[in-house]
């Protein structure tokens, strides 16, 4: 893991990340430990958020594992409660949970469609909107997960562009409205970030991946770390006085594609 912030950057300060069993969402919990964070970790299937919580612990964290759906409003509700009580007042409230799949609009059920929509844009609302009463505080930071497809139209992730472009909305929104308390809400937009199951189904193959990275302006894919370090940053002080921010981690992903190929035109 990176080494980028000092240890006590969050110390005495509670987190709680939805989507953390694994993956992106997983590391950035494990971020917010390292640097002195109680985090409070929320995921369907108990199991996993069992032994992702274990996970933390055995790295020297506070962790709290609890199981809930992120399309159930008093769900999360519940666990946002629980979290709480558990450790007391709320300070970051991270909203990662997603879905995705590879399919073109007409091979698309309407069920697909809604599922997507459901987890990634319901899905952040009821996080959010849920967590409001818990961290109504001034230095409250609020942060959601979105993508580039938020901004950057693309074949067969009409679902996920639909969605994500409703997570970076919602998210300016309520950085409106919820300001005026202090509280910040930014949101955080990874590119293709390797050794993750969202790149390993959006390019399957070695060719997929290859011309993934020859489109990218830093011509490699991220790590789970560069996105956790960024929301470490969007969490701490040294953000202060940033809200309803679009933070694109990406390696260029959202500017275009940077390859080569793509001057061919002009050839």
Known sequence: MADTFRPDLLAGRVAFVAGASSGINLRI??????????????????????????RIRSQ?????????DVRDYDAVAAALQQARTHFGELDIVLSGAAGNFVSP?????????????DIDLNGTFNVLRASFEHLNKPGASLISITAPQAVKPQIYQAHVCAAKAGVNMLTRCLAMEWGPAGVRVNAVSPGPIGDTEGMARLAPTPEIEARYKAQLALRDYGTKDDIADTCLFLSSDAARYITGAIVDCDGGTSLGDASLDALSPLK
């Open 105 to 117: 609009a007409l091979g698309m059920s309407a069920n697909g469609f809604r599922t997507v929509v």
């Open 60 to 68: 020297g964290g506070d962790a709290l594992g609890m199981a809930a």
């Open 29 to 54: 919990a494990e971020r917010f430990a390292a640097a002195g964070a109680k985090v409070a970790i929320l995921s369907r299937s108990e199991e996993k958020i069992d032994a992702a919580a274990e």
